[in-house]
Structures are given as structure tokens and as C-alpha cells.
């Protein structure tokens, strides 16, 4: 399921093994850096996962003496996707924002630099985020290292597979409907939603699409992605949404017993997608292991229905995407031309235009109920356990923004088990579990939880990792 703690493909040492070895002074943080780089130019060139470097300033920095923070000579890029790297172009993945460079680093990214991470650079994203699978027009297909011919998932597919091929030990990702986990799974990486409002967004006001949104990243060990949480956790005053205190560091949490847990499995869910055999049988082996475990396991019935959830998460996303538009074309001061938006993105931006306003608030409404049902959940269980994805990976191509039809007929199939937990803000992560599937790629499981609970979601996936060490 899991590679030992303290290793990434290619056996480099993970964030926490690195920020130790540059500590003690067995290796210094130029040395990481330098060699990092050396990565990404050897291994990046078939892949496409990273569109922007700063090298020289990165190196600069080193130079300089970074903060003396737990990630401490850390290299790691950031995913080009409502993050910004001051002095980076802060694209999006879209012809229209080609343009724009970035003025100051979000916060986010600032608290990576003061945690001593050095930033190499952004990581390929389809447009706008609008995609499960990393193929914009404006840089090109991703590819997913395991198989070339087939996607790293989306939207952080750059970044997944950046993380994947060894370049770096960790990456910033985000997700709005299944972003993180979706190529954690395509990917073999641990990736973790966290719940709505424990990461800031600043100083994106993206208050729509933030109820849904979520930023972390894509680590190969547990441990990683919770002292990253630990790092950038925490909202500034005024965000529009904050999670409950967790009570205790994020790394901490990760290393305490989960205790006995009742977790309910789902292999289905009503009126949604056929589940291909190798999902369900990757949940289905997931769950044996956590009864080995002695966690209760019981069958279950998901609360919503993905189209449902499709439609309702559509309106907000779609309301942000018409203001980011707009917002642009008024900078340039002209009407939308016909190549600056790719055919999906088109469609979308037309539709949910000339929506209502009531609109919106119906589907602010709708959330809350979605909300409700879907809590109740957790009152017979401590977690949800599913497939990441209803069907293995696809080829690259079959996610196709330049035939919207081909999107809209596929992209159920990726978020039917993901979506919901971003429209609840309950925290969820994707665990791989290696089958592989019959294209010999990952397979990955997913474990959702109520609100504040990323916790007991890192407990349990520590203890999986050791139990398949």
C-alpha cells in the first residue's frame, strides 16, 4: 500500500527527512536545492508537470540563509492555481491570464518560505481548475509517470506528478471537488483534503468557490502532510470560514493510536457511476486491513447522490469562474476573445453568466442540506471509507476541455465518491493502495470525516502506512 516512511520514488528522503538531514548537517540546503533542480531538468522534460522555475532566485535565497523553520531546506514547488509565487506568472492554466504575473506571494506561500521551504517553482493545472485531468491548452498535457500515455489526474496533476517522479519531496495542491485526492490516486501519493477553512486563501476573496475549495498538498508520507498542515494551518483574521482548533499539532495527531474506529465502507452510491471492479476491490481490501487492524468495519449507504452534489457544486464554481473572467476583461478593457478560453471553459462561462442570482442562492441552500444529510453519517460511524475514483485512470485525451460533451461525460465518473466532501467541508484523504489496476497503474482508497477531523484521518493512515511497511 504504502512505501517505507522517509522515502519517495526514486528513494529520496521525504520533507521531514530532509529538514532533519539539513539540521544535523549531514547535507546542507544548497546541496537539497541543487540537486532538486538537477531533478526536475532530467525528469520534467517527459512529463510536463512543472511550467514555471526560479532557479537562480531559489539558490539566492539559500544564499542568504533561510528561516530556521521546521521545513528547513526543503525544495517543493506550488501548484499555478490560486496560489501565487511573487515574481511567477500566475496563469491558472488559461490563455487569458497568460499574462499575469504575481506581486506578492499568497499566504500560503509565505508561510511555506517562513517555515524554511525553498520554492522551485508552478506546477502544470488545467484551466481555470475546471478539469479532473491536467491537459490545458495554454502549457500542454501532464503525464502521469507510472504510464505516459495516461492522465495524472486534476487539478494538481503537475504537481502530483512532479512529487511522484522524485523531483520534489512535496508539493502544494488544492481541491475544489476532488483535486488533491483525485491525482493522489493516479498518482500513488497520500493526499489530503483538509476541512473548509483551515488554510486560509488569502488574498484571493474567493468566498464562493472557497466554500467548496480547499488548499494542501501532495506528499509520499504521512508524516509529511502533517507537518505541511502544521505549517499553513490556520486562518487570518477576517476569512470567512475557520476550522475547529484541532487541539494538538497536526504532527502530533499523526503519531497517537487512532483507537478502535467504526468505519463505514461505500461501493456504490445511488444513481451514480458504474464502480470498475479494481475500485471497489481496492476499498474492499483497505477495509479487510483496518478489521486486521481491529476497527469495526460495516457496509453502508452513501447520503447524496453525485449529480445532486455535481450540480449544486457547479453553480458556485461556476458563479467564480464568470467573476474571474469578467474581473479579467475588464483589466484589458475588451470583450472575451474567441481563442482566450478554451471550448469547456466557454461553455460553462455562458451558461452560468446569465444565471440568476436566486440561483445561487438556492444552491447556497442546498449545500447546507447536503450538509445535513451527510453529517448524519457520523453519528453512526467515525468515518467513510470508498474508492478515490469509481473507474482506474484514464488515458490522456479522454478528458478533452476542447470537446465539452467528452467532459461532461466523464467528469462524474472522477468526483461521484470525491465531490462531496468539498461541499460539506468535511476533510478527506486518498491512500494508495498499489493493486496495481490492469494497466498496472495506482489505485487509490479514500477515508472522509466530519469537520475538524483530519486528525483521526492521519492517525489511521499512519498506522496503515506502518502496517504495510
Not at 147 to 173: D, K, L, Q, R, T
Not at 284 to 294: K, P, T
Not at 448 to 466: D, F, M, S
Request: contains cysteine; charged residues 20%.
Amino acid at each position: 500500500m504504502r512505501r517505507a516512511a522517509g522515502t519517495t520514488t526514486g528513494d529520496q528522503p521525504d520533507a521531514v527527512a530532509t529538514a532533519a538531514a539539513v539540521r544535523s548537517g549531514e547535507t546542507d540546503a544548497r546541496t537539497v536545492t541543487e540537486e532538486a533542480i538537477a531533478r526536475i531538468e532530467e525528469r520534467d522534460p517527459g512529463l510536463h508537470a512543472v511550467v514555471h522555475t526560479r532557479f537562480e532566485a531559489a539558490l539566492a535565497e539559500v544564499a542568504a540563509g533561510l528561516p530556521d523553520g521546521p521545513l528547513h531546506g526543503v525544495p517543493m514547488l506550488v501548484k499555478d492555481l490560486g496560489t501565487e509565487v511573487e515574481g511567477l506568472p500566475a496563469t491558472g492554466g488559461s490563455r487569458l491570464f497568460s499574462e499575469v504575473t504575481a506581486r506578492r506571494d499568497s499566504e500560503l506561500v509565505a508561510r511555506y518560505r517562513r517555515a524554511g521551504a525553498v520554492v522551485l517553482g508552478t506546477t502544470n493545472t488545467p484551466e481555470l481548475g475546471l478539469n479532473a485531468s491536467t491537459e490545458p491548452a495554454l502549457h500542454g498535457p501532464t503525464r502521469n509517470p507510472w504510464n505516459h500515455a495516461y492522465s495524472p489526474g486534476g487539478s494538481s496533476g503537475g504537481s502530483a506528478a512532479a512529487v511522484a517522479a522524485g523531483m520534489v519531496p512535496v508539493a502544494h495542491a488544492s481541491d475544489g471537488g476532488g483535486s488533491i485526492r483525485i491525482p493522489a490516486a493516479a498518482c500513488g501519493l497520500f493526499g489530503l483534503k483538509p476541512s473548509r477553512g483551515r488554510v486560509s486563501p488569502a488574498p484571493r476573496p474567493t468566498t464562493l468557490s472557497g466554500l467548496v475549495s480547499a488548499h494542501h498538498a501532495l506528499t509520499t508520507t504521512v508524516r509529511d502532510s502533517a507537518l505541511l498542515l502544521d505549517v499553513v494551518a490556520g486562518p487570518l483574521p477576517g476569512d470567512a470560514f475557520a476550522a475547529p482548533d484541532p487541539g494538538a499539532p497536526f504532527a502530533e495527531l499523526a503519531r497517537r493510536d487512532p483507537g478502535r474506529l467504526r468505519i463505514g465502507l461505500l461501493t456504490t452510491v445511488p444513481d451514480g457511476p458504474e464502480v470498475h471492479p479494481d475500485c471497489a476491490r481496492a476499498a474492499r481490501s483497505a477495509a479487510e486491513l483496518c478489521a486486521r487492524l481491529g476497527h469495526e468495519v460495516v457496509e453502508t449507504t452513501a447520503r447524496y447522490r453525485p449529480a445532486d452534489v455535481a450540480v449544486t457544486s457547479a453553480m458556485l464554481m461556476g458563479a467564480d469562474v464568470v467573476s474571474q473572467i469578467d474581473a479579467r476583461l475588464e483589466q484589458l478593457g475588451r470583450p472575451l476573445a474567441d481563442d482566450d478560453i478554451e471550448p469547456f471553459t466557454r461553455v460553462l462561462y455562458e451558461s452560468y453568466r446569465a444565471r440568476p442570482a436566486a440561483d445561487v442562492s438556492r444552491a447556497l441552500r442546498r449545500v447546507q442540506e447536503i450538509g445535513w444529510a451527510v453529517g448524519a453519517a457520523f453519528d453512526e460511524v467515525d468515518l467513510l471509507l470508498s474508492p478515490t475514483l469509481a473507474q482506474p485512470t484514464p488515458p490522456l485525451g479522454t478528458l478533452d476541455t476542447a470537446d465539452p460533451a467528452s467532459v461532461y461525460r466523464h467528469a462524474s465518473v472522477y468526483s461521484a465518491f470525491t465531490s462531496f466532501c468539498n461541499l460539506t467541508g468535511m476533510p478527506a484523504m486518498s491512500v494508495p493502495f498499489f493493486g496495481p489496476d490492469r494497466e498496472g497503474l495506482p489505485l487509490g482508497v479514500q477515508f472522509a470525516g466530519p469537520l475538524g477531523g483530519e486528525g483521526t484521518l492521519l492517525a489511521l493512515a499512519a498506522q496503515l502506512e506502518r502496517a504495510a511497511a
